[in-house]
């Protein structure tokens, strides 16, 4: 099993940034990606961006030119730079990995942007 714990989240202002940060534990071997998802209130968890051991990254549309992904070094840890962020990018995060076949996923890290 894989456990994953995000933090980072909080209220900005429309225009602003923050760091998302997600740190893994447990059998961390078994991680090929890691990345991110949001969940808006009423909406379905959409997919903003991965990052597999390969190296490949992969955005959302949405959030391209604006938000960066990356790994740490010890590729237990993900990261998510969220630039320039608007009222439509206010939702639940969540950390997720892949391997093994089984996905995990944190509890959610909730980002509010204000108007």
């Known amino acids: 099993q894989v456990q994953l714990v995000e933090s980072g989240g909080g209220l900005v202002q429309a225009g602003g940034s923050l760091r998302l940060s997600c740190a893994a534990s447990?059998?961390?071997?078994?991680?090929?990606?890691m990345g991110w998802y949001r969940q808006a209130p009423g909406k379905r968890r959409e997919l903003v961006a991965t990052f597999t051991n390969g190296g490949m990254r992969n955005y959302a549309d949405f959030v391209k030119g604006r938000f960066t992904i990356s790994r740490g070094n010890t590729r237990n840890t993900v990261y998510l730079q969220m630039n320039s962020l608007n009222p439509e990018d206010a939702a639940v995060y969540y950390c997720?990995?892949?391997?093994?076949?089984?996905?995990?996923w944190g509890k959610g890290t909730l980002v509010t942007v204000s108007s």
């Open positions: 997720w990995s892949y391997g093994g076949g089984l996905d995990h």
């Open positions: 447990g059998s961390i071997f078994s991680i090929n990606a």
